[in-house]
């Protein structure tokens, strides 16, 4: 994993600060409680589950759609088989135009561009599975989002997009 930005047990809450009548106000919100992250940077959902259903058990910011959990959980509380990570980014893509999107997966992964589903390579593997898909993004701001599940065995994904030359 590579999480962005601040970590460590100081860290562990976001603070909200305010003062009543000379009085000092802190109320703690936990960390996985991450709204939002700075674009380019992917919002990244844990769910103990692969319908991405209930609230995410952890919630944090990544650089990058890259991991390989092998068979281990992917973060605290979470089951080895049956979870699903959800990945999501809103930035501008300028004027648009041709982009590689490349992936590779095992278990099952879903690509959409505002909302609309691009890739979908949904189902249990016992290898992983690679493929580019060429798409023309128009211009302006637009959502990504990936969503990644593994059933059962070794978990990795990756995703990246490419302007095409």
């Known amino acids: 994993m590579r999480p962005v930005g601040r970590s460590g047990p100081a860290l562990a809450a976001t603070l909200t600060i305010a003062t009543t009548g000379g009085l000092l106000a802190v109320s703690g919100a936990p960390a996985s ?10 919002k990244r959902q844990f769910y103990a589950n692969t319908t991405f259903s ?4 952890k919630t944090d910011c990544d650089a990058a ?6 068979t281990k959980t992917p973060a605290s509380g979470l089951p080895k088989d049956n979870f699903g990570v959800r990945w999501t980014v809103t930035r501008d893509f300028g004027s648009g135009g041709p982009f590689a999107l490349t992936l590779a997966a095992q278990d099952g992964i879903r690509v959409y561009l505002d909302n609309t589903r691009k890739v979908d390579l949904w189902k249990n593997v016992s290898s992983t599975v690679k493929k580019t898909v060429n798409l023309t993004i128009p211009s302006g701001k637009h959502t990504l989002r990936v969503d990644y599940a593994n059933w059962t065995g070794a978990a990795n994904v990756s995703f990246a997009y490419t302007p095409r030359t």
């Open 33 to 42: 409680a991450a709204s939002s992250c700075a674009p380019p940077v992917y």
């Open 54 to 57: 209930g609230t995410p058990k």
């Open 65 to 70: 759609v890259s991991e390989n959990w092998g």
